[in-house]
DNA sequence: TCTGGGGTCCTTACCCTG
DNA sequence: TCTGCAGGGTAAGGACCC
C-alpha cells in the first residue's frame, strides 16, 4: 500500500477543528485482519480481500477489505453468502498470531502517548490524552501523531475519533473511517449527533432497531425527544435510560485501563452436526482443558461454571452451576459441564455447538479453592501446573488428554 | 442466507433469609 | 406463628459488541 493511498483524508474533517476540551481519542485499525494480511502480501493490493472462514465451511466473514465491502460483503456475515457477493475474491485464514502481535505494537505505541489506554478489542482503544496536550500538543496534533506512527510502524491505517466523551469519540472515528480523522467539539456534540440514525447509538442492535422503529423513532434525534418513561417502558429501565443519556451526548464513563476480565471461556462450533453424547463429551473435555489453562496461565479461578449447547435448528440454552468455591482444575470444570450436560436429558438431539465459560473471576493467589467430592486433597491441580509448563515449553499438543488423542484408522483397540 | 468465538450487560424468575 | 416485603444470590435467556 503506498502511503499516497492511506494518508488520502488526512487532514481533519468534519465540524470543525476547534479541539479544545476533545480529550478522549478513539483510535479504531481500519478493516484490521485484511491489512495486517496484505502486509505480507502486498500483490493483493486493491483487491476484494476477505478474511474468515475455518475449516468446516460455517465459517463468517471476520474481516475484508474495502473493495471487498464495496460488493457487500461484512463482517460478521456467512462466509457462503461473501462467496456469493464476491465470487473473485481472494479468501483468507485468520492468522490470530500474527493480530495478536501487530496489535501489541500498535497498543505499546498507544501507551508511548499516554499510560490511559483501554483496549477493546485487538484492533481498538479509548486514550485519554489530557496528560499528553502539554507535551505533544493538541488533541488533532496527537491524532495525527497516532495515525502517522501507526502506518509507519506497523504499515496498516487506522481512523481516529476525538471528542470529549467515549461514546462520541468512538462515533467519530467510526463516520471518519477509513484512513481518517474527525474531531467533534463540545458544542457541535448535539448538532453531531442528532441526525444519525438510531442504530449508530452503542447498545442498539437488529432486535433494539426494530422496537424503535415501531416507536417511530429512527434518527438520534428522535430518541432525545422522546420521554425517558416511554423510553424506558418500551426497553427497560437500564436500556431505556442509557440510550436517553447517549442521545443527549451524555457519557460519564472514563478512559480505564486494566479492567478486569468477568468471565473465561470457550466453545466450538462442529463441522457437522454431533448426536453422540460420547463425542460431545471429548469435546467438553477438550473446551474444559483450554478454559483450565487459561485460568492458570492468568492466576485465576471461577466460582461459576456455564455450560453452552446451541442445536442444529440455532436455538440455545445455557445452564449453569455455582461451586461452594473457586476452580480452577480442569477435571473439576469437565465434571460439572459434564454434569451439567448429562442432566439434559437429551436423546439424541442434533447439536451444533457446546460451550463452556467460567464466571465470578477473582485472582488465585490467596484464594482457598474448592475441593470436589472424592478429589485428592493433593495432586490433580499440581499435575495439571505442570503440564502447562511441558506446554509452554513444547507447544500445547505436547501433552492431552488421553481420550482427545487422536488415533490413526483401524487403531481402535488402543484407545 | 444461514449464521464464529470471545466477551459484557440486562432482564426476569425463583428461592431463601431476615 | 403467620404474612408481607425487601434484598441478595442464583439461574436462564437474550441482545449486543468486536
Same mark, same amino acid.
Given at each position: 500500500?503506498?502511503?499516497?493511498?492511506?494518508?488520502?483524508?488526512?487532514?481533519?474533517? =468534519?465540524?470543525?477543528?476547534?479541539?479544545?476540551?476533545?480529550?478522549?481519542?478513539?483510535?479504531?485499525?481500519?478493516?484490521?485482519?485484511?491489512?495486517?494480511?496484505?502486509?505480507?502480501?502486498?500483490?493483493?493490493?486493491?483487491?476484494?480481500?476477505?478474511?474468515?472462514?475455518?475449516?468446516?465451511?460455517?465459517?463468517?466473514?471476520?474481516?475484508?477489505?474495502?473493495?471487498?465491502?464495496?460488493?457487500?460483503?461484512?463482517?460478521?456475515?456467512?462466509?457462503?453468502?461473501?462467496?456469493?457477493?464476491?465470487?473473485?475474491?481472494?479468501?483468507?485464514?485468520?492468522?490470530?498470531?500474527?493480530?495478536?502481535?501487530?496489535?501489541?505494537?500498535?497498543?505499546?505505541?498507544?501507551?508511548?502517548?499516554?499510560?490511559?489506554?483501554?483496549?477493546?478489542?485487538?484492533?481498538?482503544?479509548?486514550?485519554?490524552?489530557?496528560?499528553?496536550?502539554?507535551?505533544?500538543?493538541?488533541?488533532?496534533?496527537?491524532?495525527?501523531?497516532?495515525?502517522?506512527?501507526?502506518?509507519?510502524?506497523?504499515?496498516?491505517?487506522?481512523?481516529?475519533?476525538?471528542?470529549?466523551?467515549?461514546?462520541?469519540?468512538?462515533?467519530?472515528?467510526?463516520?471518519?473511517?477509513p484512513d481518517g480523522i474527525l474531531v467533534v467539539p463540545a458544542e457541535q456534540v448535539i448538532e453531531f449527533l442528532h441526525p444519525l440514525p438510531v442504530g449508530a447509538l452503542w447498545g442498539v442492535g437488529e432486535k433494539t432497531e426494530v422496537q424503535l422503529d415501531r416507536l417511530g423513532l429512527r434518527t438520534v434525534g428522535d430518541i432525545a425527544s422522546t420521554p425517558l418513561s416511554t423510553l424506558q417502558r418500551a426497553l427497560g429501565q437500564a436500556t431505556g435510560r442509557h440510550l436517553h443519556e447517549l442521545s443527549w451526548g451524555r457519557d460519564a464513563r472514563r478512559v480505564s485501563p486494566g479492567?478486569?476480565?468477568?468471565?473465561?471461556?470457550?466453545?466450538?462450533?462442529?463441522?457437522?452436526?454431533?448426536?453422540?453424547?460420547?463425542?460431545?463429551?471429548?469435546?467438553?473435555?477438550?473446551?474444559?482443558?483450554?478454559?483450565?489453562?487459561?485460568?492458570?496461565?492468568?492466576?485465576?479461578?471461577?466460582?461459576?461454571?456455564?455450560?453452552?449447547?446451541?442445536?442444529?435448528?440455532?436455538?440455545?440454552?445455557?445452564?449453569?452451576?455455582?461451586?461452594?468455591?473457586?476452580?480452577?482444575?480442569?477435571?473439576?470444570?469437565?465434571?460439572?459441564?459434564?454434569?451439567?450436560?448429562?442432566?439434559?436429558?437429551?436423546?439424541?438431539?442434533?447439536?451444533?455447538?457446546?460451550?463452556?465459560?467460567? !464466571?465470578?473471576?477473582?485472582?488465585?493467589?490467596?484464594?482457598?479453592?474448592?475441593?470436589?467430592?472424592?478429589?485428592? !486433597?493433593? =495432586?490433580?491441580? !499440581?499435575?495439571?501446573?505442570?503440564?502447562?509448563?511441558?506446554?509452554?515449553?513444547?507447544?500445547?499438543?505436547?501433552?492431552?488428554?488421553?481420550?482427545?488423542?487422536?488415533?490413526?484408522?483401524?487403531?481402535?483397540?488402543?484407545?
Amino acid at each position: 500500500m503506498s502511503r499516497s493511498q492511506v494518508r488520502r483524508s488526512s487532514r481533519p474533517t =468534519g465540524l470543525g477543528v476547534d479541539d479544545g476540551g476533545c480529550t478522549i481519542l478513539h483510535v479504531d485499525m481500519d478493516a484490521f485482519y485484511a491489512l495486517v494480511e496484505l502486509r505480507s502480501r502486498p500483490e493483493l493490493q486493491g483487491m476484494p480481500v476477505i478474511v474468515g472462514g475455518g475449516g468446516g465451511g460455517r465459517g463468517v466473514v471476520l474481516s475484508a477489505t474495502y473493495e471487498a465491502r464495496a460488493m457487500g460483503v461484512h463482517s460478521a456475515m456467512p462466509m457462503s453468502r461473501a462467496r456469493r457477493l464476491a465470487p473473485d475474491a481472494v479468501i483468507i485464514p485468520p492468522d490470530h498470531r500474527a493480530y495478536a502481535e501487530v496489535s501489541r505494537g500498535v497498543m505499546s505505541l498507544f501507551h508511548s502517548i499516554t499510560p490511559l489506554v483501554e483496549p477493546l478489542s485487538l484492533d481498538e482503544a479509548f486514550l485519554d490524552i489530557a496528560g499528553a496536550l502539554r507535551r505533544l500538543g493538541s488533541p488533532t496534533a496527537i491524532g495525527e501523531l497516532i495515525r502517522s506512527r501507526v502506518f509507519d510502524e506497523q504499515r496498516i491505517t487506522c481512523s481516529v475519533g476525538v471528542a470529549s466523551t467515549k461514546f462520541v469519540a468512538k462515533l467519530a472515528s467510526t463516520r471518519s473511517k477509513p484512513d481518517g480523522i474527525l474531531v467533534v467539539p463540545a458544542e457541535q456534540v448535539i448538532e453531531f449527533l442528532h441526525p444519525l440514525p438510531v442504530g449508530a447509538l452503542w447498545g442498539v442492535g437488529e432486535k433494539t432497531e426494530v422496537q424503535l422503529d415501531r416507536l417511530g423513532l429512527r434518527t438520534v434525534g428522535d430518541i432525545a425527544s422522546t420521554p425517558l418513561s416511554t423510553l424506558q417502558r418500551a426497553l427497560g429501565q437500564a436500556t431505556g435510560r442509557h440510550l436517553h443519556e447517549l442521545s443527549w451526548g451524555r457519557d460519564a464513563r472514563r478512559v480505564s485501563p486494566g479492567e478486569p476480565e468477568k468471565s473465561i471461556g470457550a466453545e466450538e462450533t462442529f463441522d457437522d452436526d454431533i448426536d453422540d453424547a460420547e463425542a460431545i463429551h471429548a469435546h467438553l473435555l477438550k473446551l474444559a482443558d483450554q478454559v483450565g489453562a487459561r485460568l492458570r496461565s492468568t492466576a485465576q479461578v471461577g466460582r461459576t461454571v456455564q455450560l453452552k449447547v446451541r442445536f442444529a435448528d440455532f436455538t440455545t440454552i445455557t445452564r449453569s452451576k455455582t461451586m461452594s468455591g473457586p476452580i480452577d482444575v480442569t477435571q473439576d470444570l469437565y465434571d460439572t459441564a459434564r454434569a451439567l450436560f448429562d442432566a439434559l436429558g437429551l436423546q439424541r438431539a442434533r447439536i451444533r455447538l457446546v460451550g463452556i465459560r467460567v !464466571e465470578g473471576l477473582q485472582p488465585a493467589e490467596g484464594t482457598a479453592r474448592q475441593l470436589m467430592l472424592g478429589a485428592p !486433597e493433593q =495432586g490433580r491441580r !499440581e499435575a495439571e501446573i505442570a503440564v502447562d509448563a511441558i506446554r509452554a515449553r513444547f507447544g500445547s499438543q505436547s501433552v492431552r488428554p488421553a481420550r482427545l488423542v487422536e488415533l490413526p484408522p483401524g487403531d481402535e483397540d488402543h484407545r
